[in-house]
């Protein structure tokens, strides 16, 4: 079976001691395409150098969490206009808006998520979207957009099931990780009335490790695991959810 892991941070220092051995260990379970997610301009370079060490599996991004916005947010949205115009990236992400944090940074939130949405679509790339606490807010930042304009993922979607419906009538896809593993999070029951057509997996690593290594580093490697969680709420074999589910990640990030 091939998976895809659609959001991973894996250059973060959490990896520093074994990043090579848990990358290689991910491809042996299969999941041999990880998308990489960007936070800042300094998470850059050491993304940057992951994929020049596995140019075929770690496949960037370039953009600007919501976490990680600064006062100047100009600043950082004319790096990731550079960095798009410079060379190719496989999205824009991580980006979307935070309201579990606080902040006094609002409206740079909603200036680099509106802007980055733009240069995914002048440049035809889909978006990773970080909505923690804000999926309602995200989706109405979207919906600003003409239809059909911009295409990707509500990352680590949390939402309602009417919220997962607008999402899906968008043409963007619930990315599904770790947390459908939680016995209390609700998610399976959520995703036992969605098609597995509007589904792309993803683990979020290191954070959200799925049962049994919730609390623990989460890797790229745990990706069988989600998806086993979800043939077993949805009645499907494990190999039908790869296979749906990678082809949509395909699609998504034309890998076609």
Request: net charge negative; charged share 25%; with cysteine.
């Amino acid at each position: 079976m091939n998976w895809i892991d659609t959001h991973a941070h894996l250059y973060s220092a959490e990896f520093e001691s074994d990043r090579t051995e848990m990358i290689n260990k991910a491809i042996r379970q299969g999941v041999n395409m990880l998308l990489l997610p960007n936070i800042d301009e300094d998470s850059i370079a050491g993304m940057l150098a992951l994929e020049a060490q596995y140019p075929e599996e770690c496949l960037p991004m370039m953009g600007i969490h919501p976490v990680y916005v600064k006062e100047n947010v100009e600043a950082q949205l004319a790096i990731v206009q550079q960095w798009l115009e410079k060379r190719k990236f496989w999205g824009v992400g991580e980006i979307g808006l935070d309201f579990y944090w606080p902040t006094e940074l609002r409206e740079q939130q909603y200036t680099a998520f509106r802007r980055q949405l733009e240069l995914s679509a002048e440049h035809g790339l889909p978006v990773s979207i970080h909505s923690r606490e804000a999926t309602r807010a995200c989706i109405d930042v979207v919906k600003e957009f003409p239809a059909g304009r911009l295409s990707g993922v509500f990352h680590c979607f949390s939402g309602t099931m009417e919220e997962a419906q607008e999402v899906i009538d968008l043409g963007f896809y619930l990315g599904i990780g770790g947390v459908v593993t939680f016995k209390k999070a609700g998610l399976d029951v959520l995703l036992a009335d969605i098609d597995l057509q509007h589904v792309v997996l993803e683990t979020d690593a290191p954070y959200l490790a799925p049962v049994p290594y919730r609390g623990k580093r989460n890797e790229s490697a745990y990706i069988p695991l989600i998806a086993q969680r979800i043939a077993d709420v949805k009645n499907l074999k494990i190999e039908e959810v790869a296979e749906i589910t990678t082809g949509n990640a395909r699609k998504l990030f034309k890998m076609l």
